[in-house]
């Protein structure tokens, strides 16, 4: 075994159980949070789940439900189809970037959670579950994984993260063929250091509600 595979496998060892360890606390603060969460709905008249699961694609193409909070109206996909289909010139705008300006479907709450970044707190039980890391490229669904052609495979070879090189700088505010090449570069450049670097930005752009939407 070489050197640099030596490397890289202790660097995943370290990475997964720094992942347990991460997803436990998480998991432990998941609850009152919810709680709270589930309180403040309900005082809306919102009295639908707050979690919410999406299909994604996972490491080697392997399809995941990722968990996050709703911050949508219960009927967001209708919405959706209503809205692409009354505003034709911003479809393609949509497919490209997959987001709406002045989203109809985000609830007040929902955008709370949002630029705070809060709905993403429950994919700390993906983390566990061994479908997600805490740093790592950014889940895609099945057609958004196409646009990366050629780096497709070497995009799908890492778990996905709840944060990353991408999300770390700025998000919404990074058009999507830099995203390409952000979280490309994480893939070959992927080390304890880097990771080190992008919690703390991530902690940053978090506290700024840096490109949060």
């Not at 949070?33 to 996972?58: A, E, N, P, Q, V």
């Not at 189809?81 to 970037?97: A, S, V």
């Amino acid at each position: 075994m070489g050197m640099g595979k030596c490397k890289k496998l202790i660097y995943f060892f370290i990475k997964r159980v720094f992942d347990i360890l991460c997803s436990l606390v998480g998991i432990i603060l998941l609850i009152p949070m919810s709680l709270i969460i589930k309180i403040i709905y309900m005082c809306t008249g919102d009295f639908h789940s707050i979690f919410y699961r999406h299909r994604r694609l996972g490491k080697n193409g392997k399809f995941i439900s990722i968990f996050k909070y709703r911050t949508m109206v219960p009927n967001a996909e209708a919405i959706l189809k209503d809205w692409l289909r009354n505003n034709p010139e911003k479809r393609d705008e949509y497919l490209r970037d997959r987001k709406i300006d002045n989203d109809p479907r985000i609830t007040k709450i929902g955008n709370i959670l949002r630029k705070t970044s809060i709905d993403e707190f429950p994919q700390f039980i993906n983390i566990l579950m061994g479908d997600m890391s805490l740093i790592g490229p950014r889940p895609v669904v099945k057609d958004e994984v196409e646009v990366y052609g050629k780096n497709k495979n070497k995009f799908l070879s890492m778990r996905p993260g709840l944060t990353g090189y991408w999300a770390s700088q700025g998000r919404s505010n990074i058009s999507y063929d830099e995203r390409i090449k952000m979280e490309l570069y994480y893939i070959d450049h992927c080390g304890i250091l880097l990771d080190i670097k992008i919690i703390f930005d991530t902690i940053y752009a978090v506290i700024k509600k840096d490109g949060a939407k």
